[in-house]
């Protein structure tokens, strides 16, 4: 169904203030519909009351708060609130220290659940003019390379870089499929695409049923997708504080934020200009078949775009339903 | 042959110092040497005299300099010195600036040739405690994701994690192959492997000729690949003032090189304890045939351990008489 992207605004905030503050609602709704106006809805509302680590579904310990502060770093506890919570709280701060001080790092510990999409968070430091850089780490899901233990979250890895007229932006998981994605194929009926997935057994399976009781393969099926998915469980789950390989549970999700200014090698403006060169120059580049070549992340961008164009974004009717249902049972 | 370690040293640093400084030439000896002690000789003694790019083809417009200093980074002005040399001259300005603030990030302009073996730089970083995140950007060989233009570098990503009893060394190119092993293959008559090159048609080859012509893959030949090729020559291209995609061909090679201190988020003792802990879960992890999982940079490291034990080093009895014969031109 199509919905006014206030109206859906409106249904979110009032689903989350009943456990969440203003402001904090604020925060989580806002990710919340840039997944839906992005056209990710499994990082949209279905994040609000479905399944174990969705929003509702948590029972924070209390506010997130910043801890172990330097010039450039912050640490920021997430006391078990959603990651799509802490998230913006950490990207907030990252943008305030590279700011001040030309870089930011800021690590997340103990959060719970998805932080939503990271293009969020990455178009958001980018608009700034600071280069973001941000990972984050999930329980396990992906084997090693000549393993078939799950060991690695899906552990994306992701950049946004400024220029003009728009920020670049490339998120990408290291996991060949997201552990939803299997869920869904499960209840679907689906099969899984081809060396996506292993089976407790170790060998590649299109049974999503089997998968999920396996693992994951990383994006490549190559030890390079598996290096950068070890990358991102040390630097997104080790170096935060945070769960690493199932090791360390009680450490929750993690993530890193990075964000650093252009200015401390060349100019922000000569970087934007460049970086806008290179990206029409691959655009206009010579193709097979005579087309263009495809820009990360610009159909994002382009679907958000018509949403905002219209006022409108195409939703789950039954999600809206459920939230509906959700906020009135709250009222009586 | 065998050779021993301390007369390879002597007769690399030999050669050297007919265009070096003494401190130049420890420099860019270190590196070659640890190149060939890593059994990574297609980055040893090899770029000394061989090729366009080579060290000694090379004529530097002065000594590198460090400009555009802030109190966690500094820009490195290569002046047309080779990147093996501006290497570990980055390598020293970001361990200095990470001790003393925490972080540091240093970009490169201006080299010329290869930087070597990144893993001699990473390792060097984790040993004194910091994490190293490297890039190096190099001349157009991938082509985009649906493209057929080479337009981005072999463009190595790579990272350096102090662990417990050694560093952690991943070094990953994001390129299928690399242009040097295209031409090897050319001139030795050999077929190259399915899936890493197109020709200038845009169609698959596994001619190296064909090959050269056209352009390499990304190492996945998808999109994540190339979109990681693509941060690299905006992150070590663009952002320090280099070369990028062939737009600024006198801005010259360039390179990033990033340091933290784990010290930002947990402690160092404990980062290392841990990063210990899972490198010893992913190698004791299960696999299908029982054995031991591969950790990234280990075979690189036993066999420099195995060199160092024994004082000597295979090399290729053809290079080592060409470096003989060049120093003795040169006394002559």
Redesign the interface.
């Known amino acids: 169904m199509k919905i006014k992207i206030t109206e859906l605004r409106k249904l979110t905030k009032s689903a989350l203030l009943k456990k969440y503050s203003e402001f904090q609602a604020n925060l989580i709704s806002e990710v919340m519909l840039f997944g839906e106006l992005s056209g990710k809805s499994s990082h949209g509302i279905v994040r609000l009351l479905i399944g174990k680590y969705s929003v509702m579904a948590q029972e924070p310990k209390g506010k997130p708060s910043l801890t172990?502060k330097?010039?450039?770093?912050s640490?920021v506890e997430g006391k078990g609130n959603p990651g799509i919570l802490v998230g913006p709280i950490a990207m907030n701060e990252v943008i305030r220290l590279a700011k001040e001080?030309?870089?930011g790092?800021v690590?997340t510990r103990d959060n719970f659940g998805s932080s939503g999409c990271l293009s969020y968070y990455l178009e958001r430091i980018a608009k700034e003019n600071l280069?973001a850089v941000v990972m984050a780490q999930s329980p396990v899901s992906i084997?090693?390379?000549?393993?078939?233990?799950p060991?690695f979250g899906t552990n994306p890895i992701s950049?946004g870089?400024p220029a003009n007229p728009k920020p670049?932006i490339?998120d990408?998981a290291t996991s060949a499929i997201a552990f939803g994605a299997m869920v869904r194929a499960r209840e679907l009926g689906l099969k899984l695409p081809e060396n996506v997935a292993i089976d407790k057994?170790?060998?590649v399976t299109t049974d999503p049923a089997r998968a999920i009781e396996g693992g994951t393969l990383a994006?490549?099926n190559?030890?390079?997708?598996c290096?950068?998915a070890?990358?991102v469980?040390?630097?997104a789950g080790?170096?935060?504080?945070a769960d690493?390989?199932g090791?360390?549970i009680k450490g929750g999700w993690g993530n890193l934020f990075m964000a650093?200014s252009?200015d401390?090698?060349?100019g922000v403006d000569?970087?934007k200009k460049?970086?806008e060169?290179?990206i029409e120059?691959?655009r206009n580049?010579?193709?097979?078949n005579g087309?263009k070549?495809?820009i990360?992340g610009e159909n994002t961008i382009k679907k958000r775009d018509e949403c905002l164009k219209t006022g409108e974004v195409e939703v789950d009717e039954k999600l809206v339903a459920q939230i509906k249902e959700f906020i009135k049972d709250e009222k009586e």
Chains 1, 2 share one sequence.
């Open positions: 172990k330097t010039k450039v770093s640490l001080n030309g870089i790092v690590g280069i084997a090693p390379y000549g393993g078939m233990e060991l950049f870089i670049l490339f990408m057994e170790g060998n994006f490549d190559s030890y390079k997708g290096g950068l070890m990358m469980e040390i630097l080790i170096w935060p504080g690493y390989a090791l360390n650093f252009p401390l090698l060349i000569e970087f460049k970086a060169q290179l120059t691959i580049s010579k193709t097979k087309g070549v495809r990360p």
